[in-house]
């Protein structure tokens, strides 16, 4: 029990330790839980035989360890997140509180007016390089 306590502490420990996953971490906590418990129960075991009992408090170590980093990564990583959520509707409540102010409305309308009169002034165009093409072509023939 003592070995598999230290392999458990270990992988619990790495796991905890990658942020790139928040489910890493859970994953991470489980194992150093069970490590844990595994290194408690396999140093008990070899005391009362009078084995040594190196690997089971490594990994009655390594468990404690990865259950406080995983559970620090994890709140730090949820608290991040919390924070770009509160980031992100306040920008949209602003967003939406500017749409509807007279300024951001006078500001539509005169890019709405600028966009129709560019789409007139290349309709216009487009038809005077048409006609051109039109007259080329009858020339040719």
């Not at 070899?46 to 990865?66: F, H, R, Y």
């Not at 500001?107 to 290349?122: D, G, H, S, T």
């Amino acid at each position: 029990m003592a070995v598999a306590a230290l392999v458990l502490g270990i992988i619990g420990l790495i796991f905890s330790i990658l942020p790139f996953v928040p489910i890493t971490q859970i994953v991470g906590i489980l194992l150093s839980i069970i490590g844990l418990i595994l290194g408690v129960v396999g140093r008990k075991q070899a005391s009362e035989q009078g084995l040594p009992t190196g690997s089971a408090t490594a990994g009655i170590v390594l468990g404690i360890l990865g259950i406080v980093f995983g559970a620090l990564i994890f709140g730090s990583c949820m608290y991040c997140l919390k924070k770009v959520g509160d980031a992100g509707k306040s920008f949209s409540d602003e967003l939406k509180k500017q749409m509807g102010s007279p300024e951001f409305k006078q500001a539509m309308e005169k890019a709405r007016l600028e966009r129709e009169k560019a789409v007139k002034e290349m309709s216009k165009e487009l038809q005077k390089a048409f006609e051109k093409t039109k007259e080329a072509a009858e020339k040719t023939e």
